[in-house]
């Protein structure tokens, strides 16, 4: 799916990314890389939704704190600054 990304090729990245989160619905990963695609295609609300999932399977440290930032920011576009606050708090 990332390489799909990388090349432009976003349409089939999200299907391969979507196949890939099916496949493996633990993969904070994997859900990571869904969720920020979504970001970047315009759907946002779908990118929280996974990017809360991600976090949900990621052991608190730093990789838990770049997924908080990550959906903090979705939420801050979406105008859902208390959200956006909250995830940033855990992200320290």
Request: charged share 25%.
């Amino acid at each position: 799916g990332q390489a799909l990304r990388r090349a432009g090729r976003t349409v089939e990245a999200r299907q391969a990314l979507e196949r890939a989160a099916g496949l493996l619905p633990d993969s904070p990963l994997v859900l990571s890389n869904l969720a920020s695609l979504y970001a970047e295609s315009g759907d946002a609300e779908h990118s929280v939704v996974v990017f809360e999932r991600a976090i949900q399977f990621t052991p608190r440290g730093p990789a838990a704190s770049v997924l908080h930032t990550q959906v903090a920011a979705v939420l801050m576009r979406l105008g859902r600054k208390t959200e956006a606050e909250r995830h940033l708090a855990q992200a320290r």
